[in-house]
């Protein structure tokens, strides 16, 4: 999560997507020259982030470590974000675990998202961002939080007829969103929750 250190600044975390022990492979420098890299997703905003490690650390996929600020970081020696197109093929095939992960993590965080999605424009609403959310879904959920807000994924299962698997719809429109970064309207990656 993304949360102010003690001089205001934040503290962004991230899941490492996956870890090169001996570098990466475009990287020109001698083997003794590089050190261990990878990739990885920020917990809150799902921005992706190309990274070197201090090689004295041993670092697995799933890990959490801090990219950014500089002086917060304690394994990541260096960091800067990249594009979908940019990941490794290996932190590629990793990040729909990871994302799913993230978001089961955070339930109620995901589950306010159904809870408070507003309109976008008088014919588009955030819902309908959604792969699989039509006006039908749409109007069960809006009619549905009006009588109670919705406290778990099972929940919303239970009370919208024919909304199965709300949180993998989710991780479903996250990865679309870090895939094309030419959508019209970015939900969840690149926003955060300051």
């Not at 960091?79 to 993230?102: F, K, P, T």
């Not at 959604?130 to 009006?146: A, Q, S, V, Y």
Request: proline share 4%.
């Amino acid at each position: 999560m993304s949360e102010a250190d003690s001089d205001g600044t934040d503290v962004r975390r991230a899941v490492v997507l996956d870890y090169l022990a001996h570098g990466l492979s475009d990287d020109g420098r001698p083997q003794y020259e590089k050190s261990p890299a990878g990739y990885a997703l920020d917990v809150e905003s799902f921005e992706l982030y190309q990274v070197a490690f201090d090689e004295d650390e041993r670092l697995t996929i799933g890990n959490e470590v801090i990219v950014e600020p500089a002086d917060e970081r304690g394994v990541v020696t260096e960091s800067h974000r990249v594009e979908y197109d940019d990941l490794s093929s290996g932190a590629q095939s990793e990040l729909e675990y990871v994302v799913q992960d993230v978001v089961d993590e955070n339930e109620e965080r995901f589950v306010d998202f159904y809870n408070e999605a507003q309109p976008i424009t008088l014919r588009l609403h955030q819902l309908n961002l959604l792969p699989g959310i039509g006006k039908k879904l749409r109007n069960g959920i809006l009619d549905e939080r009006k009588r109670k807000p919705f406290e778990s994924f099972d929940e919303l299962s239970e009370r919208v007829s024919g909304l199965h698997d709300p949180d993998e719809i989710l991780v479903e429109r996250i990865l679309e969103e870090l895939r094309d970064d030419d959508l019209k309207y970015q939900t969840f990656v690149g926003q955060s929750n300051d």
